[in-house]
Nanobody, 118 residues
Framework: QVQLVESGGGLVQPGGSLRLSCAAS???????????MAWYRQAPGKERELVAFIFRDGSTNYADSVKGRFTISRDNAKTTVYLQMNSLKPEDTAVYYC?????????WGRGTRVTVSL
């Protein structure tokens, strides 16, 4: 079992920045076997969408809508994943969810809300 706790959401003006964090905890075997860490988001009235992910080997991928503005990274222990969000736009407003895959299982955090507005 893996538990995920996100933090860092809030209200920011267009053009501003936020940094989201997601800390994974639980059974040692599961946490240190995480193969992929990712951020998803769900805007009001829309389906949840993939924002970015990072594999165990460090390779990353981004949704086209956030390329060049968002950066996913993790700590050396590979148990915390970050999402640096720059040049935020109103359309980035959503609840952001952390997701990890380990041992063939997928785990989700409860989400952190990001609101981009004047």
């Amino acid at each position: 079992q893996v538990q995920l706790v996100e933090s860092g959401g809030g209200l920011v003006q267009p053009g501003g920045s936020l940094r989201l964090s997601c800390a994974a905890s639980g059974s040692i075997g599961s946490v240190f076997s995480i193969s992929r860490m990712a951020w998803y988001r769900q805007a009001p009235g829309k389906e949840r969408e993939l924002v970015a992910f990072i594999f165990r080997d460090g390779s990353t991928n981004y949704a086209d809508s956030v390329k060049g503005r968002f950066t996913i990274s993790r700590d050396n222990a590979k148990t915390t994943v970050y999402l640096q969000m720059n040049s935020l736009k109103p359309e980035d407003t959503a609840v952001y969810y952390c997701n990890v895959i380990t041992g063939g299982n997928s785990y989700w955090g409860r989400g952190t809300r990001v609101t981009v507005s004047l």
